[in-house]
């Protein structure tokens, strides 16, 4: 292919060198940012991206698992006001499943084409590891 790939052949701007991706980001963020381990729920990390956010920056981190199945975990460092840190759930059409919650300055939300029930425990560690 002659030029630039398309931007879904590249579903992530930074491969997956942990420490790196992490420092590249967090810089960007200006917050210091962790990238969950997967590999229990069976999820490797990808790499990631910086994205916009809602009124600064935001990023992405990508995971995926053997059979193809990805997972996206969204950051945002621009959050305002006090607001309730509980786990909220939505679902899109398309099966899309998504679980967010507010820390502090910090937005997060993990989605993937999944159920409820599958995604909840993956939610569930990805909370813990980005709290401890």
């Known amino acids: 292919l002659a030029g630039p790939r398309p931007r879904w052949l590249r579903p992530v701007e930074v491969t997956a060198d ?8 967090s810089n960007r963020l200006k917050h210091k940012l962790k990238a969950p381990k997967l590999e229990a729920s069976g999820y490797r990390l990808m790499g990631g991206r910086l ?12 995971y995926e698992n053997a059979q193809g199945r990805r997972l996206t975990l969204y950051i ?4 305002k006001g006090a607001r309730e840190t509980a786990f909220q759930f939505g ?42």
């Open 91 to 132: 679902q899109e059409e398309g099966g899309v499943s998504v679980f967010y919650w507010i820390d502090g300055p910090m937005g997060y939300a993990i989605s993937g084409q999944m159920s409820r029930d599958e995604l909840m425990p993956i939610a569930r560690a990805v909370y813990e590891q980005l709290e401890g």
């Open 51 to 62: 994205l916009p956010g809602e009124t600064g920056t935001a990023c992405q981190f990508m």
């Open 18 to 25: 942990q420490e790196h991706l992490v420092r590249w980001l």
């Open 76 to 79: 945002r460092s621009d959050v």
